[in-house]
């Protein structure tokens, strides 16, 4: 069973503005029997000391200044301690607590130097009062006045690092968020990589075989058979791949087919024989162990290569697919068609798709014109 958390209890503002208007009048509780029995000078000051403390916490310096101004004026008209005089630590706690650093140290020194004068405004009626009666009295009433300000420094410290870790778990939070969201817009650009290899190389074959068969079918129309063939197969295994991958978006779990590997590589050549191209290939026997990751890049590089050849090379030309290890996997696609006539800016989807894979396995892609004729597209992939 979860231990459940226990969080301190804490005032929110209404509860603080109430609380002080409480602790003020419980210590204006005495001011009336004064006013009644006793001087009323010393109820007009013990009001002035305690009534400004309703507003400690948004004016902590200036509620200071009140209450220690009503203290001064009490050294000059009275000769004794007055209850107003509990304001005096609430104030210098208020001042460490919600005011600055530089006012809370002017607070705690002028609250010592409020203790010396106490103590010889206390005890000047009492000749006999001896010097040490009247450090004792300074001691004690600076104590008083020490501890408030530390008290009060010490919450506000505590009060800063919560501030701090409350702070850092939204940053936190925030930047959780963002990489969320940056691996939503990467998961959406491989998704689209992968519709477009799939899509572009399964349709490119069935325009290619479409435009033969019907080229073909004027003269022979016993050709059109093999080119229908081949465009059924075509669509099929593109549906397949397209329903494979949405399977994966739907649900994320589940059995599906595996992807393309470096063992698929053949059967794609053939493919690419099958619908028209002329293909030769120089794969190493065995083929080379490597993870999946870099497999299906390699496969999709070859896949998107030989789509560009069909798409740009023209009639006859002949496309070469070497595959070997060199420090990485080296994967090679050339053709001696008229990709070197053909204009080119880098800034295909296709050709994009296949860099960001590349580089996604910390490797480079080249794509361009041969200078001899024809399109190359070279890629090395850090195993």
């Given at each position: 069973m979860a231990r459940q958390v226990r969080h301190p209890f804490r005032l929110g503002p209404r509860g603080e503005r109430w609380f002080d208007v409480a602790l003020v009048g419980f210590l204006l509780l005495p001011v009336p029997v004064f006013l009644i029995w006793g001087s009323r000078v010393e109820a007009l000051l013990m009001l002035v000391q305690i009534a400004p403390l309703v507003f400690r916490r948004r004016h902590p310096t200036a509620v200071f200044a009140v209450v220690a101004a009503a203290c001064g004026v009490q050294a000059l008209l009275v000769d004794e301690p007055l209850w107003g005089q509990v304001a005096v630590p609430v104030a210098v706690y208020s001042v460490a607590r919600y005011g600055s650093t530089a006012a809370s140290l002017a607070a705690a020194a002028v609250g010592l130097v409020g203790a010396g004068i106490a103590s010889y405004d206390w005890l000047r009626p009492y000749p006999d009062s001896s010097e040490t009666a009247y450090v004792a009295y300074a001691l004690s009433i600076g104590a008083i006045v020490v501890t408030a300000s530390a008290v009060g420094a010490l919450r506000r410290t505590r009060q800063a690092y919560v501030d701090a870790l409350v702070e850092r778990g939204e940053r936190l939070e925030r930047e959780a968020t963002q990489q969320a969201?940056?691996?939503?817009?990467?998961?959406?650009?491989?998704?689209?990589?992968?519709?477009?290899?799939?899509?572009?190389?399964?349709?490119?074959?069935?325009?290619?075989?479409?435009?033969?068969?019907?080229?073909?079918?004027?003269?022979?129309?016993?050709?059109?058979?093999?080119?229908?063939?081949?465009?059924?197969?075509?669509?099929?295994?593109?549906?397949?791949?397209?329903?494979?991958?949405?399977?994966?978006?739907?649900?994320?779990?589940?059995?599906?087919?595996?992807?393309?590997?470096?063992?698929?590589?053949?059967?794609?050549?053939?493919?690419?024989?099958?619908?028209?191209?002329?293909?030769?290939?120089?794969?190493?026997?065995?083929?080379?162990?490597?993870?999946?990751?870099?497999?299906l890049t390699a496969y999709r590089v070859v896949q998107e290569a030989l789509t560009n050849v069909r798409k740009h090379a023209g009639p006859g030309a002949t496309a070469t697919v070497r595959l070997r290890v060199d420090g990485g996997l080296v994967v090679d696609v050339s053709d001696d068609g008229r990709g070197a006539a053909a204009p080119y800016d880098g800034r295909g989807l296709g050709l994009t798709g296949m860099r960001e894979r590349v580089t996604t396995h910390g490797g480079h892609l080249e794509a361009g014109p041969r200078p001899g004729g024809g399109f190359a597209v070279h890629a090395r992939i850090s195993l």
């Amino acid at each position: 069973m979860a231990r459940q958390v226990r969080h301190p209890f804490r005032l929110g503002p209404r509860g603080e503005r109430w609380f002080d208007v409480a602790l003020v009048g419980f210590l204006l509780l005495p001011v009336p029997v004064f006013l009644i029995w006793g001087s009323r000078v010393e109820a007009l000051l013990m009001l002035v000391q305690i009534a400004p403390l309703v507003f400690r916490r948004r004016h902590p310096t200036a509620v200071f200044a009140v209450v220690a101004a009503a203290c001064g004026v009490q050294a000059l008209l009275v000769d004794e301690p007055l209850w107003g005089q509990v304001a005096v630590p609430v104030a210098v706690y208020s001042v460490a607590r919600y005011g600055s650093t530089a006012a809370s140290l002017a607070a705690a020194a002028v609250g010592l130097v409020g203790a010396g004068i106490a103590s010889y405004d206390w005890l000047r009626p009492y000749p006999d009062s001896s010097e040490t009666a009247y450090v004792a009295y300074a001691l004690s009433i600076g104590a008083i006045v020490v501890t408030a300000s530390a008290v009060g420094a010490l919450r506000r410290t505590r009060q800063a690092y919560v501030d701090a870790l409350v702070e850092r778990g939204e940053r936190l939070e925030r930047e959780a968020t963002q990489q969320a969201a940056l691996a939503a817009i990467e998961e959406r650009h491989r998704i689209a990589r992968e519709m477009h290899d799939v899509v572009a190389h399964g349709l490119t074959t069935i325009v290619v075989q479409a435009d033969g068969a019907r080229a073909a079918a004027a003269q022979d129309p016993g050709v059109a058979a093999p080119a229908l063939a081949t465009i059924a197969e075509a669509g099929r295994e593109a549906i397949a791949e397209m329903r494979r991958m949405l399977g994966l978006l739907r649900s994320g779990v589940g059995e599906t087919e595996p992807q393309p590997r470096l063992t698929d590589l053949p059967a794609l050549i053939e493919e690419a024989r099958r619908a028209g191209t002329t293909v030769a290939s120089e794969l190493p026997d065995p083929l080379p162990p490597v993870s999946d990751g870099v497999a299906l890049t390699a496969y999709r590089v070859v896949q998107e290569a030989l789509t560009n050849v069909r798409k740009h090379a023209g009639p006859g030309a002949t496309a070469t697919v070497r595959l070997r290890v060199d420090g990485g996997l080296v994967v090679d696609v050339s053709d001696d068609g008229r990709g070197a006539a053909a204009p080119y800016d880098g800034r295909g989807l296709g050709l994009t798709g296949m860099r960001e894979r590349v580089t996604t396995h910390g490797g480079h892609l080249e794509a361009g014109p041969r200078p001899g004729g024809g399109f190359a597209v070279h890629a090395r992939i850090s195993l």
